[in-house]
């Protein structure tokens, strides 16, 4: 499993960051300053570090200079959104550069886009037979290509995501399709297809009064 | 035109037209003192015949001869001899008639001239290149004697010194443009030294001064564009701190805000996407909640901030003893096992009795804060003079001296984490401050980073008909950005 390690003071951001993580799919640890941070580091391998740059103890600068030889890819996330900072960021090393306040969505996206570039955990989410590849959009059930529509694959996506989680009806439809949902049945055909494709029709769950949630494990 | 070419052409013009002016007065003035001179000696000499004439007329009379025209020649033969070795000419008439006897060497014109002339006139005639001077006078038995003096020599002396005197002037005209075209541009250097400073400084570099020595109206000038450099520069240089400041506020504000604003967010929105477990649930509410108090009071924190930079004060005369016991009891429930020793103190000070009061509260509360659950806090009033100082003392946390001058500033943290816990907003001390300016007083700190803190400022006491400045320092040490 990809482990990612999230240096942030704010207690409230961390905790997000790392439920929002870990129900993506990956393993998190938090420290919550500098150093406790370079101690775990001293240990411990991650394969992705999101650091704050105001932390108290090390700041994330200086956490950065003692990663760049492990190799491991950073990700800042800060309030010091002016131009230079993002410069001075990018130049010091680090991979991407997200400023707060950031939409969490966005944050797993480019956390998954440099995993991608540098090569940990190319994007695969699988449960029980079925496996996505994400960067290239393709579904394998027992090793056989499934051939779903680009909207069925986001579905599925979302769902292999969220698993475990009963995720609403219109933020459903809102994520995939967009906009306000106005005509329920779309969602509803879709979810269908799905079950039928990879004979899901237990996996995939409805749930009374909110939604749908592919079944934990 | 450029200044120091106006200045030449001017000194030029002048000199000119007083070159001009006294070179003709004196070419005149001595032309005709040379005239004068010539028509005395002519007129002595023309007297003189007329004297010889007359007394040759009254000699002829006596001896019964007559005067006519054959005598009259015999005249002009006798004046001819007196008067060939003179440059003269002359001639006789008989008034009964025109003729007369008329010297060879008297021009025609001259001749017609003389005979329109009255007794005793004199006239210059002018003939082809030469001037005559020509006396008439009327003798005895109607003989009139007119005679004509070369005075070309004269005229012709004062055209040749004309013509030397104007081609003088155009040489020294020359030299004198030279001169003058040097010279101007000498003087008008300095005029050109402060042109070249005040474009430079027009373009940033404040620190040109133009430093030109001399006791002159040009050196003053000088020194007063240097004076006023001066204060541009200075002022731009507040200008910057103060915009500076601003920028570094605003920075902080953004992310004094930002911060709770994320998790706000992301914590709803974690709630609105899917069904989560209770506990999950009350944990989210819970961060939301926090985090939407600590935007709260950093708002509230900031509205009173900006109020009171808008809204002028009003001073009344505030007892000391309702604020002090306000928080004594205000703070009781906070201050655990901290002691707080609040001194009594019933005098009156002129202040706004709200914003004292929070200017207390807050010094009060970050004291108890400091205390980190054990020590003292006490509130001691002094009073001297006109004047009352309030300090707030604790024995807790000191601050490290080389915070102490940055303590005031707004959402300065010189504990960043414990600050995160405390939810405090960043902004108690800057408020605080504020509100002793606006009194007209500072916040004086004191601390030696280990053992505890003294804050204390000054009030004016309400005493009738007194002039107070409640602190003679300057508040320009604690100025705020949002100004």
């Known amino acids: ?217 | 035109m450029s200044y120091a070419q106006k200045l030449a052409c001017t000194i030029l013009l002048v000199l000119a037209v007083a070159f001009s002016v006294g070179g003709s007065v004196l070419l005149y003035g001595n032309f005709d003192d040379m005239l004068s001179a010539a028509a005395h000696q002519n007129g002595a000499q023309h007297a003189i015949l007329c004297y010889t004439l007359e007394s040759n007329i009254i000699g002829q009379r006596r001896v019964g001869g007559v005067v006519d025209d054959l005598y009259l020649t015999q005249l002009a033969e006798l004046l001819d001899t007196v008067t060939t070795q003179n440059e003269m000419c002359f001639a006789l008439y008989s008034t009964a008639g025109q003729s007369a006897s008329v010297n060879s060497s008297m021009p025609p014109n001259v001749h017609e001239r003389a005979l329109t002339l009255e007794d005793q006139q004199s006239v210059y005639v002018r003939e082809n290149a030469s001037v005559y001077a020509v006396y008439k006078t009327t003798l005895s038995d109607s003989v009139a004697l007119a005679s004509a003096f070369d005075v070309t020599q004269i005229f012709a002396a004062r055209g040749r010194a004309m013509q030397r005197f104007l081609a003088l002037e155009a040489v020294v005209l020359v030299c004198a443009a030279l001169a003058a075209a040097w010279l101007s541009r000498w003087l008008t250097r300095p005029l050109l030294k402060l042109t070249a400073a005040s474009r430079s400084i027009a373009g940033g570099a404040y620190t040109q001064r133009t430093r030109i020595a001399g006791h002159d109206e040009v050196a003053a000038l000088s020194q007063s564009f240097d004076t006023m450099a001066e204060a541009v520069e200075s002022r731009v240089h507040e200008l910057e701190d103060s915009l500076r400041r601003r920028d570094d506020f605003m920075g902080a504000l953004s992310h004094e805000l930002k911060t709770p604003m994320t998790a706000i967010i992301g914590y709803a929105d974690t709630l609105r996407v899917m069904q989560c477990e209770p506990e999950q649930q009350r944990a989210a509410a819970a961060y939301i909640y926090a985090e939407a108090g600590r935007v709260e009071r950093l708002s509230q924190k900031l509205l009173q901030l900006l109020r009171l930079s808008e809204e002028p004060l009003v001073l009344a005369d505030v007892s000391l003893k309702r604020p002090l016991a306000a928080i004594a009891r205000a703070m009781r429930p906070l201050s655990g096992d901290v002691v707080l020793e609040v001194e009594p103190c019933s005098l009156t000070v002129r202040a706004d009795e709200d914003l004292l009061t929070d200017l207390l509260y807050n010094l009060v509360h970050n004291a108890v804060k400091a205390c980190e659950g054990q020590g003292i806090v006490r509130v001691m009033c002094h009073a001297n003079e006109q004047r009352l100082t309030v300090t707030v003392s604790d024995t807790g946390k000191g601050i490290p001296p080389q915070e102490l001058s940055h303590v005031l500033e707004p959402f300065y943290r010189v504990d960043k984490a414990r600050a995160r816990r405390d939810g405090g907003s960043g902004l108690g001390l800057a408020l605080c401050s504020k509100i002793a300016q606006v009194h007209g007083t500072e916040l004086v700190l004191d601390s030696d980073g280990a053992q505890g803190t003294r804050v204390s400022f000054t009030l004016c006491l309400a005493v009738p008909s007194a002039e107070c400045a409640p602190d003679a320092r300057g508040t320009d040490l604690q100025e705020e950005a949002m100004q």
Not at chain 1, 47 to 71: F, H, K, R, S, V
Not at chain 1, 120 to 127: D, F, I, V, Y
Not at chain 1, 165 to 181: F, K, P, Q, S, T
Request: charge should be negative.
């Open chain 1, 1 to 217: 499993m990809t482990r990612i390690i999230i240096v942030e003071d704010e207690q409230a951001i961390a905790e997000l960051i790392a439920m929002s993580l870990t129900r993506a799919g990956y393993e998190c640890k938090v420290a919550n300053d500098g150093l406790t941070a370079a101690d775990i580091l001293e240990e411990e391998t991650f394969d992705l570090a999101l650091l704050d740059i105001m932390l108290p103890g090390a700041d994330g600068y200086e956490l950065l200079e003692y990663l760049l030889p492990t190799q491991t890819p950073v990700i800042f996330i800060t309030a010091k959104g002016s131009v230079q900072e993002r410069v001075k960021g990018l130049k010091l090393g680090a991979d991407d550069y997200i400023v707060k306040p950031f939409d969490v969505q966005e944050l797993i996206a480019r956390t998954e886009s440099v995993l991608r570039r540098t090569g940990r955990g190319g994007m695969q989410l699988s449960a029980w037979d079925v496996t996505l590849d994400v960067t290239a959009k393709r579904a394998m059930q027992n090793g056989t290509p499934v051939p779903l529509t680009p909207l069925e694959f986001e579905l599925l996506e979302l769902l292999l995501r969220n698993r475990g989680a009963a995720l609403y009806r219109d933020v459903l439809y809102e994520r995939i399709w967009g906009g306000e949902m106005e005509d329920t049945r779309t969602l509803d055909l879709h979810i269908q297809r799905l079950r039928k494709k990879l004979d899901w029709q237990e996996k995939i769950e409805t749930v009374y009064k909110v939604g749908y949630r592919l079944k934990g494990e």
